[in-house]
């Protein structure tokens, strides 16, 4: 079955950069079509960034310029590179592969 499975959350300072991994299992992660999300308790669900099967990014316009999603198709794993980070940033970050997604990694940005 499709598992997702996120790492590389933790707590940075204001300006800091973190990069958040991805690894996946169970469908041809080569043609697939991967996504980045993020929530903060009591909100919805936010569409971060996606990347599609040609290495070809997308990114919400509060990530444009700081954020960079890449794939690594040998080790079926997606990356989301964050830099300049902001205390807005603060959520817990998914990755999504159609209607799954992973438990999540936790990004803090704080003094």
């Known amino acids: 079955q499709v598992q997702l499975v996120e790492s590389g959350g933790g707590l940075v300072q204001p300006g800091g950069s973190l990069r958040l991994s991805c690894a996946t299992s169970g469908f041809t992660f080569s043609g697939a079509y991967m996504r980045w999300f993020r929530q903060v308790p009591g909100k919805d669900l936010e569409w971060v960034s996606s990347i599609d099967k040609n290495f070809l990014g997308t990114y919400t316009t509060h990530a444009k310029g700081r954020f960079t999603v890449s794939r690594d198709n040998a080790k079926s794993t997606l990356y989301l590179q964050m830099s300049n980070l902001r205390p807005e940033d603060t959520a817990m970050y998914f990755c999504?592969?159609?209607?799954?997604r992973g438990q999540g990694t936790q990004v803090t940005v704080s003094s």
């Open positions: 999504a592969y159609a209607t799954t």
